[in-house]
């Protein structure tokens, strides 16, 4: 059988729901949100037609990001308590549709699916990412795709390109420099997308862009000469891990029918 593996970006997908849910924080809008998300899960299961599907959480412990930046994500907004402290409901009607969870105290979701992900691909298989982090679009090939469940849009090679305009293995260097605000990120000071773009148009890998740095005109170039420690820690940040030992066993997620 060949393997088409769902990952499921547990905690983008719930508090994304969370957020459309009209009214206060509060015991009913997390009811809401879990019957919503229940919905849009199976709804996902229907249009992707996996063999085997896993929802990934966030471990609640800092990850490696933490220990070398410690500034990540420092002044994101945090979980409502009355929802954080609901999420084992949630992994119970998950698990109730054929959609098990996993969870590791000290590891990020993004890590666990990059590594998922890759670990698939290495066999043969597919993988889709259901997410709206554009981080996940660094492992766009032929067998990984990333889906934008609410829009209906499976962000392919082609999709990076038009919206990226760089390839998916040049998405890590873009966000080097241009950074990822939703993680506070930094990457190097007034680089945008666009101009990351094009300069990795031109220059193809941030290494090669910072090591003539002091060759590019204008304020431009001063501004990544001054900051090329930046890019090399940003760099390092959005890089997703694909290489850990998770110790699952992928028959433990085989969808159910």
């Not at 990952?7 to 997390?30: E, F, S, T």
């Not at 009607?93 to 000290?106: H, K």
């Not at 300069?199 to 003539?212: A, N, Q, Y």
Request: glycine share 6%; hydrophobic share 40%; net charge neutral.
């Amino acid at each position: 059988m060949k393997i088409r593996l769902l990952l499921i970006d547990a905690l983008n997908l719930i508090r994304r729901v969370y957020a459309a849910q009209p009214g206060d924080d509060g015991p009913g809008r997390v009811d809401d949100s879990l019957k919503t998300s229940v919905h849009s899960l199976q709804r996902a299961l229907r249009e992707c037609q996996p063999t085997h599907a896993i929802c990934v959480f966030d471990g609640h412990e800092p990850s490696w990001r933490h220990s070398l930046y410690p500034e990540y994500k420092a002044g994101r907004t945090p979980m409502p308590e009355v929802l954080d402290t609901s999420m084992d409901r949630f992994k119970d009607a998950f698990l109730e549709i054929s959609a098990p969870s996993v969870y590791f105290p000290n590891l990020e979701a993004d890590d666990v699916i990059a590594t998922l992900a890759v670990k698939v691909a290495a066999r043969g298989g597919t993988a889709i990412i259901l997410s709206t982090d554009r981080l996940f679009l660094q492992l766009v090939s032929d067998l990984v795709m990333v889906r934008d469940h609410f829009q209906r849009i499976d962000m392919d090679r082609t999709h990076v390109q038009e919206k990226l305009h760089v390839r998916p293995d040049q998405v890590v260097d873009l966000f080097g420099l241009a950074g990822y605000a939703t993680n506070n990120i930094p990457g190097v000071p007034t680089v945008g997308i666009k101009t990351a773009a094009r300069l990795l148009g031109d220059l193809e890998t941030l290494e090669t862009i910072l090591s003539v740095a002091h060759t590019i005109k204008g304020k431009l170039g001063e501004t990544l000469y001054r900051h090329v420690e930046d890019a090399r820690l940003s760099q390092s940040l959005v890089r997703l891990k694909d290489t850990l030992e998770l110790g699952l066993n992928l028959k433990s997620f085989r969808c159910a029918g």
